[in-house]
T-cell receptor, first 110, second 113 residues
């Protein structure tokens, strides 16, 4: 069963626009991570936010975490065509058992 | 390149057969994870090993088994294969501490006919 649910399931934007993806989860977590997957390839780690953090930045990525609402958001600013991929949130509970959400498919058109 | 190597890349086999998927983790990583990705089930956590010992178990069928060897490589054995086992199987590794990111291989695409 999935721990996280991403929203929206699919997102289509133009280059230069911002893309926001949301993740909701069900149980208490130690950390939340975002990963990216290009079609048919392995997932690539983007950013990690710990349960005691509220916001984190990495380049064009901004992640927020609201543990009271059990939700997180990933913002990609100034999107590029190369950002086209699926994005997954993953929640860490216990000894680094990472459970992935269902993913958001992002399409960035030139 | 994540540093995680999975072999084979593709595998086509018949129902009822048994296959072994192999994973070499990134140098220095002690933890290995196996995930199954299919269109209708998303990315499902199967099992995790840390330095040779099983640490966490997910939705792994009894027909599936895994192990991590002393050299830290891992194998996932799938037996009595069914059509529904067709999927991408990913191995990932990490240093193993709480919050350490996972590094994924490019997966083995299993097709059961």
């Amino acid at each position: 069963s999935q721990q996280g649910e991403e929203d929206p399931q699919a997102l289509s934007i133009q280059e230069g626009e911002n893309a926001t993806m949301n993740c909701s989860y069900k149980t208490s977590i130690n950390n939340l991570q975002w990963y990216r997957q290009n079609s048919g390839r392995g997932l690539v780690h983007l950013i990690l936010i710990r349960s005691n953090e509220r916001e984190k930045h990495s380049g064009r990525l901004r992640v927020t975490l609201d543990t009271s609402k059990k939700s997180s958001s990933l913002l990609i600013t100034a999107s590029r065509a190369a950002d086209t991929a699926s994005y997954f949130c993953a929640t860490g509970t216990g000894f680094q058992k990472l459970v992935f959400g269902t993913g958001t498919r992002l399409l960035v058109s030139p | 390149d994540s540093g995680v190597t999975q072999t084979p890349k593709h595998l086509i086999t018949a129902t009822g057969q048994r296959v072994t998927l192999r994973c070499s983790p990134r140098s220095g990583d002690l933890s290995v994870y196996w995930y199954q990705q299919s269109l209708d089930q998303g990315l499902q956590f199967l099992i995790q090993y840390y330095n040779g010992e099983e640490r966490a178990k997910g939705n792994i069928l009894e027909r599936f088994s895994a192990q991590q060897f002393p050299d830290l490589h891992s194998e996932l054995n799938l037996s009595s294969l069914e059509l529904g086992d067709s999927a991408l199987y990913f191995c990932a590794s990490s240093v193993g501490g709480l919050g350490s990111p996972l590094h994924f291989g490019n997966g083995t695409r299993l097709t059961v006919t």
